[in-house]
């Protein structure tokens, strides 16, 4: 089982990495001006959140669900874990919505829009990492 957490960490750092940063592409594409910018930025969102994030959004969720079922693990930190983590597949639900967006060059947010939405998988984060390490309930 401690192959199956290795391979859960690994995946949720690569869609974590993924959340951190297509939120700071769409700052940096809401800013641009140029076509040719514009394009380039829809490139690496697109690669970006079908290249690395959903992938390691996808094997985070498998891994995660062999160690629950492997475990057996319970208790009020898990429930509570386990919103965090469906509320981040919602969010990742939402990013891929704001990619279609400005693909389509549909935006509708300024920056400052994204620079706020960036932040919400920090606390979502360090909620998990708390339930997980102290258990606190």
């Given amino acids: 089982m ?7 960490i690994v995946f949720m750092v690569t869609w974590f990495a993924g959340l951190f940063y297509l939120p700071r592409l769409f700052v940096y594409h809401a800013q641009t001006q140029d076509n040719a910018g514009s394009e380039r930025f829809k490139i690496m969102e697109r690669k970006l959140f079908f290249g690395i994030m959903t992938p390691g959004a996808i094997f985070t969720i498998i891994f995660g669900l062999w160690l629950w ?3 057996g693990i319970s208790g009020a930190w898990l429930h509570a874990k386990l919103t965090l983590v469906a509320l981040l597949i919602a969010y990742h639900i939402y990013c891929g919505k704001l990619l279609f967006d400005f693909k389509h060059d549909r935006n509708r947010h300024g920056h400052v829009y994204y620079r706020w939405l960036n932040e919400l998988p920090v606390v979502i984060l360090i909620a998990v990492i708390i339930l997980v390490v102290v258990k606190p309930f």
Avoid: E, Q, S
């Fill in 69 to 71: 079922h492997g475990y």
């Fill in 2 to 8: 401690l192959w199956i957490k290795a391979w859960h």
